[in-house]
Structures are given as structure tokens and as C-alpha cells.
């Protein structure tokens, strides 16, 4: 079991990204999906989550209206479209199996910098 984001990078205020979660070794269609991020010296932050068939989402209020998390079950991909990002948007961002923060199996993570 192995997720693997990508997508991170460094942005001006304002700017977009569209982080990719790309799972191997197990189907992603049969878990819900969350993203997570940690800023430095902060805990985890539940940013998102999606539904299995991708019917339902959820976000944090922090994000909701910015932000947008989708998933393409046929080509094992989650995606958190990040649109208006703010320098407080600037941490790591993980995803993660299930809802939540408090169980699933997690990535390595992808660095996003909202920098001028």
C-alpha cells in the first residue's frame, strides 16, 4: 500500500496548485480519501475529504470555497485543486485513507510555499 503526492512548489499569493495523490498496490475506490496538511511547529489540519464514488465532500472552513478535492477512481488519483492560496496555506500536505486525521494509511507528503 503506497500513496505518492505530487504537485507542491512554491506560489505567490493569489496563485493556484493542484496537488495529485497517485495510490499503488490497492484500489483507492474502496476508501474515502482525505487531505491533511502541517505547517511548521503546528500539528495536523484536516484540509478535505472525499467520499469513495466521490459524491460527497467535506472541507475545512479555512479552505472551503478555495479549494477543491476530486478523484478519478479509473486512474487511481485524488487531486486537491488549491486556488486564491494565502501564505497560511503554506505547509505540507499529505493524503491519507478515510476520513479524518486519526487513522489510515498516509504519503510522504508534498511541500506547498505561498511566498512572495
Known amino acids: ?3 505518492v503526492e505530487s504537485g507542491g512548489g512554491l506560489v505567490q499569493p493569489g496563485g493556484s496548485l493542484r496537488l ?8 483507492l475506490g474502496s476508501y474515502a480519501m482525505s487531505w491533511v496538511r502541517q505547517a511548521p511547529g503546528k500539528g495536523p489540519e484536516w484540509v478535505s475529504d472525499i467520499s469513495s464514488g466521490g459524491g460527497s465532500t467535506d472541507y475545512a472552513d479555512s ?6 478535492i476530486s478523484r478519478d477512481n479509473a486512474k487511481n488519483l485524488v487531486y486537491l485543486q488549491m486556488n486564491s492560496l ?8 499529505y493524503c491519507k485513507t ?5 487513522s489510515g494509511s498516509w504519503g510522504q ?8
Open 1 to 3: 500500500v503506497q500513496l
Open 20 to 27: 495529485s495523490c497517485a495510490a499503488s498496490g490497492f484500489s
Open 63 to 68: 479552505v472551503k470555497g478555495r479549494f477543491t
Open 86 to 93: 494565502k501564505a497560511e496555506d503554506t505547509a505540507v500536505y
Open 98 to 102: 478515510g476520513r479524518g486525521i486519526d
Open 109 to 116: 507528503g508534498t511541500q506547498v510555499t505561498v511566498s512572495s
